[in-house]
């Protein structure tokens, strides 16, 4: 059975650019949340989709936005890159929304510069 | 709202020694409780989760937690700490309405000495 798995690994944008994030959920998931991880900090959740619509939104601007393809995988599109948006984000997938356990994936680390 | 407090930024055991990381938690309803570790450039994986029913619960790598409804915390314990232990510890709360979602605390950093 296949994980979490993001791409790229690492990235470096300047200010004002736009980025996508990749995420392939687990095998037999239908549900990716992301999450923001700054520097020191826990994650923050920006979104979750649910069968390919938003499902539910953090306090992110509407520059945060996403995409969830037929396949369950994902994508996080930022536009407008400030510096505050560098951090690790996290893409979780799980079976159903509700209660259902959350895997992780490892992580994207954006640095804006 | 929910909102989850970690106490200690940092907590240093020697091997050994008994491991505790403290978790308070604030919900409207009744919540579900997770710890999650973190090693270095890496994601998070789940130690142990608290649904419903027992209170005290069993994870991986010999940790377990309690859920104290009236204290409203879910501490973190090992009974002897590994050097392998030594990551990022984050506690989680999530109530579950309408969809799946964690509030995460600001995580507990644990240094494990020789």
């Known amino acids: 059975e296949t994980g979490v798995t993001q791409s790229p690994t690492h990235l470096i944008k300047t200010r004002g650019q736009q980025v996508t994030l990749r995420c392939s959920s687990q095998s037999g998931h239908n549900t990716v949340s992301w999450y923001q991880q700054a520097l020191g900090q826990g994650p923050q959740f920006i979104f979750q989709y649910y069968r390919e619509e938003e499902n539910g939104r953090g306090n992110f601007p509407p520059r945060f936005s996403g995409l969830q393809f037929p396949n369950y995988s994902s994508e996080l599109n930022v536009n407008a890159l400030e510096l505050d948006d560098s951090a690790l984000y996290l893409c979780?997938?799980?079976?159903?929304?509700?209660?259902?356990?959350?895997?992780f994936g490892p992580g994207t680390r954006l640095t804006v510069t | 709202a929910q909102s989850v407090t970690q106490l200690g930024s940092h907590v240093s055991v020697s091997e050994g020694a008994l491991v505790l990381l403290r978790c308070n938690y604030s919900s409207s309803v009744p919540p579900y409780l997770f710890w999650y570790v973190q090693y270095p450039n890496q994601g998070l994986q789940l130690l142990l989760k608290?649904?419903?029913?027992?209170?005290l619960v069993k994870g991986i790598n010999g940790f377990e937690a309690e859920f104290k409804k009236s204290e409203t915390s879910f501490h973190l314990t090992k009974p002897s700490a590994h050097m392998s232990d030594a990551a990022e510890y984050f506690c989680a709360v999530s109530d579950y309405s309408g969809y799946s979602t964690l509030t995460f605390g600001k995580g507990t950093m644990l240094l494990v000495s020789p």
């Open positions: 608290y649904t419903t029913g027992a209170t």
């Open positions: 979780a997938s799980s079976k159903e929304t509700g209660v259902s356990e959350q895997y």
